[in-house]
């Protein structure tokens, strides 16, 4: 058996690549998995066909950190397959499992949003491919097509608030 480096991608020599590189029949595939994400579920066809031009896909190892609670926040990942398994790392150095995030699932959106460091760490629970959307894309989105800008901005928005809505119910006790 031939062992790889960490990082290393057999079926590609670099680290990020471009969905709209890939076949017609693929390109359809990306755009029914990507209309399922509640973040992309508003989006029309020709919105969707846009925003794979910003999407980047990041292969990881089981057990390869995608990042660590404190690191900054850069953009959100979406598990394309796979899963990841979040943790939070207390103040002993040890690490308490939150959940783990499957197909379709994502995380890291509030970094879309705001400045602040990763509030939880990581970790590839097997072999996965995250799709990720980094800030830096987003804005350059808002400059070439306002309007997907903000309907994606309006709708992270939305789901982040029914986040904390749920938080504070839970918190408090209320179902």
């Avoid at 990306?30 to 066809?45: A, E, G, H, K």
């Avoid at 306002?146 to 904390?164: D, H, M, N, T």
Wanted: with cysteine; charged share 20%; proline share 4%.
């Amino acid at each position: 058996m031939q062992h790889y480096p960490v990082g290393y991608i057999m079926e590609k020599n670099y680290f990020w690549s471009n969905p709209l590189k890939k076949s017609g029949h693929e390109n359809e595939n990306y755009f029914f998995f990507l209309s399922s994400v509640p973040i992309f579920d508003s989006l029309t066809r020709r919105q969707i066909d846009k925003l794979q031009r910003i999407i980047h896909i990041r292969n990881f190892s089981k057990d390869e950190i995608v990042f660590r609670q404190g690191d900054p926040g850069v953009g959100l990942y979406i598990v394309k397959d796979g899963s990841v398994d979040v943790y939070n790392e207390l103040n002993d150095m040890t690490c308490h499992k939150i959940t783990t995030l499957n197909h379709g699932d994502f995380f890291g959106e509030t970094s879309l949003l705001n400045e602040t460091p990763r509030s939880a760490t990581i970790i590839s629970a097997e072999q996965s491919v995250l799709w990720g959307l980094f800030k830096p894309d987003l804005l350059n989105l808002f400059d070439s097509d306002p309007k997907l800008g903000l309907r994606l901005i309006f709708r992270l928005s939305q789901i982040v608030a029914e986040r904390l809505r749920l938080l504070n119910n839970s918190l408090c006790g209320i179902q």
